[in-house]
């Protein structure tokens, strides 16, 4: 029993650790008793194994993907809003504060706003580089491939981008739950940088051409756009809190900063991947010249 238990915890070290000293430790636990502590100093190696995997001889730095970073950023965020817009309509402010609220508010809707029209926007430049590609020649099979790529991947995400702006628009209009002032100030910093993260696979798609890396970095460029007016956006929901924090909970003072920190951050990622993955130059095939085949 305690033999196939240590058996088990060996399993949980890094491959390559496994690869380089996991037979002789397996050899090791069949010649030998096992016992309680002989399990725990295995699980107390693998944690330790895993803490420093860059020592282990041909450890390959560990990777995260991106995939899972900006799905589990957005799912925070969703988490999130319950806490931080159920709170919100409970914020009221004085008269004396009406003036400095009300242009804080605006400040924050406008950029918010904004920064999802940039990232809707951004799409468009691919699909008119695209056709415009496509009617040069020698090019145009190639560029009709890359925009047909492009236009699968837009379809595919056509309804999960719809389904979230029907849920930041419903907020905005008061469809749901009230959110107040503070909740509609703030509801685009946890919306937008999910449209974001679901245009994101459109510049790349088209990155992967290079008749499409110039509209790719345009797009990447726009991107970034979103990411700054949503970052400007958040000190003004903060200034906000700050007119009516005597009377917001903890809790949802924690949701809104926390909330905050990962919108700023994921928003930052997905125009940093955009535009570290589409190359600087627009840029021409070997041999040919930018509007069409060289001639000597």
């Known amino acids: 029993m305690m ?23 397996a050899d090791l636990i069949a010649a030998r008793p096992v016992r309680l502590r002989t399990v725990t100093d295995l699980a107390a190696g693998a944690a330790d194994a895993w803490l420093h995997h860059r020592r282990i001889p041909g450890a390959r730095p560990l990777r995260v993907p991106l995939s899972a ?34 242009w ?38 190639a560029a009709r491939a890359t925009g047909r790529r492009v236009l699968v991947t837009a379809l595919i995400l056509a309804l999960p981008i719809g389904l979230v702006l029907m849920m930041y628009v419903g907020v905005e209009l008061g469809w749901g739950r009230p959110v107040g002032a503070l909740g509609s100030a703030m509801a685009g910093g946890f919306f937008v940088p999910a449209l ?74 997905v125009a940093w991947t955009a535009l570290r993955r589409s190359p600087d130059d627009p840029a021409a095939l070997p041999g040919h010249s930018p509007l069409g085949p060289t001639r000597i």
């Open 196 to 269: 974001m993260a679901l245009v994101l696979p459109l510049p790349l798609a088209a990155a992967a051409s290079p008749l499409m890396a110039g509209a790719a970095r345009a797009a990447g460029r726009s991107l970034a756009v979103a990411a700054m007016l949503n970052a400007i956006a958040w000190p003004a929901v903060m200034g906000l809190m700050v007119l009516g924090v005597r009377d917001g909970s903890p809790w949802h003072v924690a949701a809104v900063a926390a909330g905050a920190l990962i919108s700023v951050g994921l928003a930052a990622l």
């Open 3 to 25: 033999r196939s238990v240590a058996g088990a915890v060996l399993r949980l070290y890094p491959k390559a650790w496994r690869d380089r000293y996991g037979e002789e430790v």
């Open 104 to 141: 804080l508010f605006r400040t924050a809707m406008s950029c918010f706003l904004a920064a999802g029209a940039m990232a809707l926007l951004s799409p468009l430049q691919l699909g008119i580089a695209a056709r415009a590609a496509g009617k040069r020649a020698p090019y145009g099979a």
């Open 69 to 102: 970073v900006l799905v589990a950023g957005v799912y925070a965020l969703w988490l999130l809003w319950g806490p931080a817009g159920r709170d919100a309509s409970g914020l009221v402010f004085s008269s004396e504060q009406a003036s400095e609220a009300g």
